[in-house]
């Protein structure tokens, strides 16, 4: 026997052991509902979107060398702490304004702040270029790549604003329709550099993979009707400072957040050079598949709709556990699969070369599975406007990481368990964190 409710949008559903008519019709009804559909669209567009460039690993691993990778994998997390920088995390709040004009504004104060940062980036390398390479043990052959990573942040953050545009107006499609056209142009760039032998191909195809973002980005935001250039700069400048809280409470814990995220693979590069980080950039890409394939996608999905029904004082305690308790079975598949046959699935599919990846991979998987449940159901503290508790937690895995960097031993076993210690400890938390929230704010609903 079973029983199983969801609350969506507009309908409440409950379902019971019986198999009655009337609850064949209620699944039919669930299945045609809004967030249903939503959720549908992004995750078949993501799913797309991923399996492009983790097929294309195939022919890529066998093309480029592990070093080529590690380097690809520095770049990326210096990458992902920057973002954050350029954009003033100013894009998650593009969702929240209740007039178009001021959320328009927004967008185009995140494009202002994605290109004057990408100008003060290309100016601070041109003198410290021989800093960063010392502190992040950056191959030397490749060191003229750090003056394109300005420019590929800032067309990153030019698309974070426009994505969140989508959000806005529910075109789940549409994001989907881009994901696809940035994974098609970078795939398919790097392959065909990789067949010539042209190595800088790898850095290459993704810069034209974030271009093509951004153009098809554009054009999604027009033909969707979204006149985000109505927006004056007195407006830009309101818009800004009415939701000033964004870089003021979000910015910093976010930035530390994703410096935690980052540093690992920056640590491995640097005390165990550029090989050691390619195959951990592998065991990491595979091991991020589930979360590509449905968590993230997910998420964007329930903060919308969370969000909504944080305005209209409604329930969400339902939907948020159905939606972890599914993510928990899929946590579980993961670890049963790669925690006995990591190593072998990885030499089958890669190579041989990338048994080391796999070796990796049978360790690291507790930790992709934990933050597989966390992170798609931490979307709660933005849709509830409780960004300072999410703070608090990301400053604390900011220092609980950065201790990790004091943890140097020459045995990189020992390393990567310590590492894991540290995920397992802080996503637990952070989950205890996730539903003292949600009780919280159910007892004020309720006593409304």
Same mark, same amino acid.
């Given at each position: 026997?079973?029983?199983?409710?969801? @609350?969506?949008?507009?309908?409440?559903?409950?379902?019971?052991?019986? /198999?009655?008519?009337?609850?064949?019709?209620?699944?039919?009804?669930?299945?045609?509902?809004?967030? =249903?559909?939503?959720?549908?669209?992004?995750?078949?567009?993501?799913?797309?979107?991923?399996?492009?460039?983790?097929?294309?690993?195939?022919?890529?691993?066998?093309?480029?060398?592990?070093?080529?990778?590690?380097?690809?994998?520095?770049?990326?997390?210096?990458?992902?702490?920057?973002?954050?920088?350029?954009?003033?995390?100013?894009?998650?709040? #593009?969702? $929240?304004?209740?007039?178009?004009?001021?959320?328009? /504004?927004?967008?185009?104060?995140?494009?202002?702040?994605?290109?004057? %940062? @990408?100008?003060?980036?290309?100016?601070?390398?041109?003198?410290?270029?021989?800093?960063? #390479?010392?502190?992040?043990?950056?191959?030397?052959?490749?060191?003229?790549?750090?003056?394109?990573?300005?420019?590929?942040?800032?067309?990153?953050?030019?698309?974070? +604003?426009?994505?969140?545009?989508?959000?806005?107006?529910?075109?789940?499609?549409?994001?989907?329709?881009?994901?696809?056209?940035?994974?098609?142009?970078?795939?398919?760039?790097?392959? &065909?550099?990789?067949?010539?032998?042209?190595?800088?191909?790898?850095?290459? +195809?993704?810069?034209?993979?974030?271009?093509?973002?951004?153009?098809? +980005?554009?054009?999604?935001?027009?033909?969707? /009707?979204?006149? %985000?250039?109505?927006?004056?700069?007195?407006?830009?400048?309101?818009?800004?400072?009415?939701?000033?809280?964004?870089?003021?409470?979000?910015?910093?814990?976010?930035? =530390?957040?994703?410096?935690?995220?980052?540093?690992?693979? #920056?640590?491995? $590069?640097?005390?165990?050079? @550029? @090989?050691?980080?390619?195959?951990?950039?592998?065991?990491?890409?595979?091991?991020?598949?589930?979360?590509?394939?449905?968590?993230?996608?997910?998420?964007?999905?329930?903060?919308? $709709?969370?969000?909504?029904?944080?305005?209209?004082?409604?329930?969400?305690?339902?939907?948020?556990?159905?939606?972890? /308790?599914?993510?928990?079975?899929?946590?579980?598949?993961?670890?049963?699969?790669?925690?006995?046959?990591?190593?072998?699935?990885?030499? *089958?599919?890669? +190579?041989?070369?990338?048994?080391?990846?796999?070796?990796?991979?049978?360790?690291?998987?507790?930790?992709?599975?934990?933050?597989?449940?966390?992170?798609?159901?931490?979307?709660?503290?933005?849709?509830?406007?409780?960004?300072?508790?999410?703070?608090?937690?990301?400053?604390?895995?900011?220092?609980?990481?950065?201790?990790?960097?004091?943890?140097?031993?020459?045995?990189? &076993?020992?390393? *990567?368990?310590?590492?894991?210690?540290?995920?397992?400890?802080?996503?637990?938390?952070?989950?205890?964190?996730?539903?003292?929230?949600?009780?919280?704010?159910?007892?004020?609903?309720?006593?409304?």
């Amino acid at each position: 026997s079973y029983s199983f409710n969801l @609350t969506t949008k507009n309908t409440s559903y409950s379902f019971n052991a019986q /198999g009655s008519k009337t609850n064949i019709m209620k699944i039919k009804q669930l299945a045609q509902s809004e967030i =249903f559909r939503h959720i549908s669209i992004l995750v078949s567009g993501t799913v797309l979107a991923q399996l492009i460039p983790i097929s294309l690993q195939v022919f890529l691993r066998r093309l480029y060398p592990a070093e080529l990778f590690g380097a690809m994998s520095v770049l990326a997390g210096l990458t992902g702490i920057f973002l954050y920088v350029f954009t003033l995390s100013y894009e998650f709040s #593009i969702i $929240n304004p209740k007039e178009e004009r001021q959320a328009h /504004g927004i967008f185009k104060g995140v494009m202002l702040f994605s290109w004057l %940062w @990408t100008l003060i980036g290309i100016l601070f390398l041109l003198f410290f270029q021989e800093h960063v #390479i010392r502190w992040v043990n950056f191959p030397k052959q490749y060191a003229w790549w750090l003056y394109l990573l300005p420019l590929s942040v800032g067309v990153m953050g030019v698309y974070q +604003g426009l994505q969140y545009l989508l959000i806005r107006q529910k075109a789940f499609k549409a994001i989907s329709v881009n994901k696809l056209s940035r994974r098609a142009f970078e795939g398919i760039s790097q392959l &065909f550099f990789g067949i010539f032998g042209i190595q800088v191909g790898l850095l290459l +195809g993704q810069i034209i993979g974030n271009l093509a973002n951004v153009i098809s +980005g554009f054009y999604q935001v027009k033909k969707k /009707g979204i006149n %985000w250039t109505d927006a004056s700069a007195s407006e830009v400048k309101l818009a800004l400072k009415t939701y000033k809280n964004y870089p003021l409470y979000y910015l910093s814990p976010a930035l =530390f957040n994703t410096i935690g995220v980052s540093m690992p693979i #920056i640590y491995l $590069n640097k005390f165990y050079g @550029t @090989t050691v980080s390619g195959y951990f950039d592998l065991m990491q890409l595979v091991l991020t598949v589930p979360s590509a394939f449905l968590s993230v996608a997910i998420s964007q999905v329930f903060l919308q $709709n969370m969000s909504e029904r944080y305005k209209n004082g409604q329930s969400i305690r339902k939907n948020l556990m159905q939606l972890a /308790g599914a993510l928990v079975v899929g946590a579980v598949l993961l670890i049963a699969v790669f925690s006995f046959f990591g190593e072998e699935l990885y030499a *089958l599919v890669f +190579g041989d070369a990338w048994r080391t990846s796999g070796q990796y991979a049978e360790w690291m998987v507790f930790k992709y599975a934990l933050v597989f449940v966390v992170s798609p159901i931490s979307s709660v503290f933005i849709a509830l406007e409780k960004i300072k508790i999410s703070s608090m937690w990301q400053i604390f895995y900011f220092l609980m990481i950065m201790m990790l960097g004091q943890l140097y031993t020459p045995n990189l &076993f020992d390393f *990567l368990s310590r590492y894991i210690v540290i995920d397992l400890i802080s996503y637990s938390i952070y989950f205890g964190l996730i539903v003292y929230v949600v009780f919280k704010y159910e007892r004020s609903i309720s006593k409304v």
